[in-house]
């Protein structure tokens, strides 16, 4: 079983950056392949970026490439998503999640297990 819970979200204007957080319980954490996502009310739940176990093989949607930066540090059980340059566009709750080595990136399904979110806001 695995916890998340993430943190770091905020109001900001557009080109400022965040940093999120999502800590995770439980001794495997390093074996998982990390994910993060975000949602609006009504949305479905967009793929944002993904992180192997190893750290050394990243996942992007194409909007968000050169802007947001995905790693993990496995001694610590957290996975960040850095942010910058933000837009508007990027406004919605923000939610990270942990599914098995062989998880393809941008599928929700394939994780198992999903923190409750952190709400970004980006004004023009």
């Known amino acids: 079983q695995v916890q998340l819970v993430e943190s770091g979200g905020g109001l900001v204007q557009a080109g400022d950056s965040l940093r999120l957080s999502c800590a995770a319980s439980?001794?495997?954490?390093?074996?998982?392949?990390m994910g993060w996502f975000r949602q609006n009310p009504g949305k479905e739940r967009d793929f944002v970026a993904a992180i192997r176990w190893s750290g050394y093989n990243t996942y992007y949607v194409d909007s968000v490439k050169g802007r947001f930066t995905i790693s993990r540090d496995n001694a610590k059980n957290t996975v960040y998503l850095q942010m910058n340059s933000l837009k508007p566009e990027d406004t919605a709750v923000y939610l990270c999640?942990?599914?098995?080595?062989?998880?393809?990136?941008?599928?929700?399904?394939?994780?198992?297990?999903w923190g409750q979110g952190t709400q970004v806001t980006v004004s023009s």
């Open positions: 999640a942990a599914g098995p080595s062989w998880v393809v990136p941008a599928t929700p399904a394939d994780y198992d297990y």
């Open positions: 439980g001794r495997t954490f390093s074996l998982y392949s």
